[in-house]
């Protein structure tokens, strides 16, 4: 009776392709931690994999452009005492990173412009404030050093990295372990999964629940909830029947579904990654060997299958490439880093054209690097829209300043708690400048040979 009409897209075609293996990232051991977190994390000039190691935790920042066999004694980002769960970066400085881990801290690294030369030990910022083990650390969007943490004390926190305070703290929102995190595009509002079946809008500023809806998917297993860029919600969780499904929402009116799908029955966790320009959704699930794309749009059944991306090898976890860092004159609409065992291998998905010319329509402006926002304005009641950027001549990336405020205001305060600690050592050294003077250079970590060079100088003065 009715021909079916198939739908028009220019996402229909896209294909992914994984790289050559000179092009992947080999040796290295990803971590093992039963986590449910992407354990990667990537930008224009770095791909981050946490790692596995003995006594503490770490995580390996590598330039995109170190690919081949990684050297076992290649240097980590290692200043955590338990293992690392999350890492995420900056959206405004390339060059900034923020880890969370169970030994219950969040940490923010400066990394080198060139990368690491040696193992980094020291953060720039220590942010304690959790009871448990800190599993979500995510940026906000729009404000600059603003940063939200939870963990499995089921607390949601809000930091001026600035500063290293919290400045919102969520305390009596969820009853049970939070699975994930999301701000909308504005950073005005955050969504939250919970292991009490629960999806929940929160104004953060007002400490108040905008909208929720119980039991989002039956299921017992992880969700995801993820804001799309016109507000609405987009769920992954799993039914009664352990069925993976997907969900769209509107919050305004949470009470039924906009739209729901069912899957399979795989029982990996999907983490969807977002493209809030071409409105497309990416499905990633851990321990499965594929990637599926969806479209999402305003007409009926809303959420739009497209394809699905097959490997065989599955996947321990997987990194998003923000767009500004993807080839426009390859018709590359994402980049993947699919974490295996002992490598990460990145996955191009690209929409063929005949046309070498710069495709506006695959690539509407983009979220720039610059931040609309202070973190005390944001903290004020102001919101901002991401500052755009266009990519018809490719992203070029500018110079990134070191975070604002942060080191002046952490290395005085540890200065400063140092003098407290060591004030009567120092007052009895005063009669022998050279011991003073060999302790304040040890703070900049001068090797051994300066350090008897200077003592030996001043001496001889003395």
Request: net charge neutral; aromatic share 8%; charged share 25%.
């Amino acid at each position: 009776m009715f021909k079916r009409v198939v739908r028009q897209s220019k996402f229909r075609h896209v294909f992914g392709q994984a790289v050559k293996n000179d092009q992947c990232y080999d040796d290295i051991r990803v971590s093992r931690v039963t986590w449910d977190s992407a354990f990667c994390a990537v930008n224009p000039k770095f791909v981050a994999i946490i790692v596995e190691a003995s006594g503490g935790g770490a995580f390996m920042v590598l330039p995109l452009h170190k690919s081949g066999r990684i050297d076992k004694a290649y240097p980590t980002v290692c200043g955590h005492t338990g293992p690392v769960l999350d890492i995420d970066w900056c959206p405004h400085n390339d060059q900034v990173i923020a880890s969370g881990s169970e030994d219950c801290t969040v940490m923010v690294w400066q990394i080198p412009e060139n990368g690491l030369v040696t193992s980094m030990p020291e953060p720039v910022v220590v942010l304690e404030g959790h009871s448990k083990r800190v599993g979500i650390v995510t940026w906000h969007p729009t404000a600059r050093n603003v940063l939200l943490s939870a963990g499995c004390d089921n607390v949601v926190i809000i930091w001026n990295v600035g500063t290293g305070e919290a400045m919102i703290t969520l305390e009596d929102m969820h009853p049970d372990i939070i699975f994930s995190v999301c701000w909308n595009r504005n950073g005005s509002l955050i969504c939250t999964a919970c292991k009490d079946k629960k999806i929940r809008v929160i104004d953060p500023r007002k400490e108040e629940i905008i909208a929720e809806k119980d039991k989002a998917h039956e299921g017992a297993r992880p969700m995801r909830a993820i804001f799309l860029s016109d507000g609405k919600v987009f769920t992954t969780g799993f039914s009664r029947m352990s069925e993976r499904q997907l969900g769209l929402w509107d919050p305004d009116n949470m009470e039924e579904p906009v739209s729901v799908h069912e899957m399979d029955t795989s029982n990996g966790v999907l983490l969807p990654f977002y493209d809030p320009d071409t409105n497309v959704v990416y499905l990633c699930g851990k321990g499965d060997s594929s990637i599926r794309y969806f479209e999402i749009t305003d007409e009926a059944p809303f959420v739009h299958y497209l394809n699905t991306f097959t490997t065989k090898e599955p996947q321990r976890g997987m990194g998003y490439m923000p767009k500004r860092g993807l080839d426009v004159n390859k018709c590359e609409i994402a980049r993947f880093y699919k974490l295996h065992e002992r490598k990460c291998e990145p996955i191009i998905m690209t929409v063929p054209r005949k046309s070498d010319l710069f495709q506006d329509d695959l690539y509407p402006d983009t979220a720039g690097p610059e931040a609309p926002l202070e973190a005390e304005e944001w903290i004020e009641g102001k919101n901002g829209d991401p500052i755009l950027i266009s990519l018809k001549h490719g992203y070029i990336p500018g110079k990134n300043r070191d975070l604002k405020v942060v080191k002046k205001n952490i290395l005085d305060n540890k200065m400063s708690k140092n003098t407290e600690n060591t004030a009567p050592a120092v007052k009895t050294a005063t009669s022998t400048p050279s011991i003073v003077k060999i302790t304040y250079f040890k703070k900049f970590k001068l090797d051994m040979l300066q350090l008897t060079e200077i003592s030996t100088k001043i001496t001889n003065k003395n």
